[in-house]
């Protein structure tokens, strides 16, 4: 359970604000794609 977790939950709100919200991604194919990049570089 991530909210169990404060790294995991901090991690999950800044995905989400920095990357899902801003709209950086055209489709949920290109999300797919690119999210395990963002992923690799953290």
């Known amino acids: 359970m991530p909210w169990h977790n404060g790294a995991v939950e901090s ?16 489709n949920p194919a290109h999300a797919s794609r690119c999210l395990p990049i963002v992923v690799e570089t953290l």
């Open 11 to 26: 991690f999950h709100n800044r995905l989400r604000d920095e990357l899902l919200e801003d709209e950086m991604f055209d």
